[in-house]
């Protein structure tokens, strides 16, 4: 099983980024996707996540309205839409699948909200 997060980096108070995952190594299709973050000093907490193989999805409440998980199964990519970016969503986010019954973790990607 293999995660490669990318698209992190520096953004500007109400800016916009688009994380990655492309994931290999298992079935794609039939695994719950999720991402999570961890600022500084803080534990990892869940952003959004695919809580069904049909795509019902859970956001948690700092970014409902603001962010947006999708996922492309020809692609084995999930993705993560951040709009309106603030300085407190500044953390490594982190790609997960939940697959063969046990979680795997990409590498982690960091975003970072400051002017």
């Known amino acids: 099983v293999q995660l490669v997060e990318s698209g992190g980096g520096l953004v500007q108070p109400g800016g916009s980024l688009r994380l990655s995952c492309a994931a290999s190594g298992f079935t794609f299709s039939s695994s719950l996707m999720s991402w999570y973050r961890q600022a500084q000093g803080k534990e990892r907490e869940l952003v959004a996540g695919?809580?069904?193989?049909?795509?019902?999805?859970n956001y948690a409440d700092s970014v409902k309205g603001r962010f947006t998980i999708s996922r492309d199964i020809a692609k084995n990519t999930v993705y993560l839409q951040m709009n309106s970016l603030k300085p407190e969503d500044t953390a490594v986010y982190y790609c997960?699948?939940?697959?063969?019954?046990?979680?795997?973790w990409g590498q982690g990607t960091q975003v970072t909200v400051s002017s």
């Open positions: 695919f809580i069904s193989a049909g795509g019902r999805i």
């Open positions: 997960n699948a939940w697959t063969r019954g046990r979680n795997y």
